[in-house]
T-cell receptor, first 114, second 117 residues
Framework: DAEITQSPRHKITETGRQVTLACHQTWNHNNMFWYRQDLGHGLRLIHYSYGVHDTNKGEVSDGYSVSRSNTEDLPLTLESAASSQTSVYFC?????????????FGPGTRLTVL | DQQVKQNSPSLSVQEGRISILNCDYTNSMFDYFLWYKKYPAEGPTFLISISSIKDKNEDGRFTVFLNKSAKHLSLHIVPSQPGDSAVYFCAASALNAGGTSYGKLTFGQGTILTVHP
């Protein structure tokens, strides 16, 4: 069965370190998204990609970067982790264009920055 | 600027009764609305959706109502079951100037639903 996976599921790191969160989908979807979930804010879009070599900034992109070298993967990098980036991170993917596309979510990565 | 708002952080309901979760939006360009359900330690899963050309969509125990003039939608769960206890997110999508959106979603803050046996 097609799926979307994230690794690691839990990560503890120190302020200033570079961290990369992995996202891998086997749906063969063109569109991939990264969100963070924080109490009182719901899910906020960090970065998204509509295809290989395409990346776009979301509403909370500062301090994060992504790259898309193939269809299946969209790794999220925190260049220099900050305590404000302690959060739960979700990757999602969807197919095609237009509004009527459901997003499929991964299980999430809980990141703690000390 | 929160374009999608869920003003009730939590809702508690007795098993068998109706649960009504509300969502308001400000962007008149939104043309597709979705509800996602999220259990602890899992990713959100799609529950039900409605396009702006409709005012109601029903799927089993779940019904979504859309009031475009009020920029308001609601999710009704009847009858509520303990397994429905989860966080519910409202989300919206808009076509961009080129007529596509690639499914980019704007989410509300979520409502924690607790259904008591």
């Amino acid at each position: 069965d097609a799926e979307i996976t994230q690794s690691p599921r839990h990560k503890i790191t120190e302020t200033g370190r570079q961290v990369t969160l992995a996202c891998h989908q086997t749906w063969n979807h063109n569109n991939m998204f990264w969100y963070r979930q924080d109490l009182g804010h719901g899910l906020r879009l960090i970065h998204y990609s509509y295809g290989v070599h395409d990346t776009n900034k979301g509403e909370v992109s500062d301090g994060y970067s992504v790259s898309r070298s193939n269809t299946e993967d969209l790794p999220l990098t925190l260049e220099s982790a900050a305590s404000s980036q302690t959060s739960v991170y979700f990757c999602a993917s969807s197919e095609g264009t237009g509004s009527y596309n459901e997003q499929f979510f991964g299980p999430g990565t809980r990141l703690t920055v000390l | 600027d929160q374009q999608v708002k869920q003003n009730s952080p939590s809702l508690s309901v007795q098993e068998g009764r109706i649960s009504i979760l509300n969502c308001d939006y400000t962007n008149s360009m939104f043309d597709y609305f979705l509800w996602y359900k999220k259990y602890p330690a899992e990713g959100p899963t799609f529950l039900i959706s409605i396009s702006s050309i409709k005012d109601k969509n029903e799927d089993g125990r779940f019904t979504v109502f859309l009031n475009k003039s009020a920029k308001h939608l609601s999710l009704h769960i009847v009858p509520s079951q303990p397994g429905d206890s989860a966080v519910y997110f409202c989300a919206a999508s808009a076509l961009n100037a080129g007529g596509t959106s690639y499914g980019k979603l704007t989410f509300g803050q979520g409502t924690i639903l607790t259904v008591h046996p």
